[in-house]
């Protein structure tokens, strides 16, 4: 099984920015799969962010649209999600996935807040 470490979360002003990384231990596993960015507050389920296919296809949930970018680097087995013009609505722990898989890492937590 894939190993996934997420970094790059902390505490950042409304409208501020961060960049989420995720390492993936397992190349042949990362290369040829979709990944994908997860957030979960508490007592609420983790939802969709992003995803990103191997083939670059990408999607956004609509509360992210036009604010976050994901990309990958498969020579680093690295997912990346560049969050801007963060919001206090956008506090949350932030968790990367093989998608499709129960793959997760440990996450990341992010606190938007002034």
């Known amino acids: 099984q894939v190993q996934l470490v997420e970094s790059g979360g902390g505490l950042v002003q409304p409208g501020g920015s961060l960049r989420l990384s995720c390492a993936a231990s397992?190349?042949?596993?990362?290369?040829?799969?979709?990944m994908a960015w997860y957030r979960q507050t508490p007592g609420r389920q983790r939802d969709l962010v992003a995803t990103i296919s191997s083939g670059l296809l990408i999607n956004y949930a609509d509360s992210v649209k036009g604010r976050f970018i994901i990309s990958r680097d498969n020579a680093k087995n690295t997912v990346y999600l560049q969050m801007n013009s963060l919001k206090p609505e956008d506090t949350a722990v932030y968790y990367c996935?093989?998608?499709?898989?129960?793959?997760w890492g440990q996450g990341t937590q992010v606190i938007v807040s002034a």
């Open positions: 397992k190349s042949i596993i990362f290369s040829h799969n979709t």
């Open positions: 996935n093989v998608f499709a898989t129960h793959s």
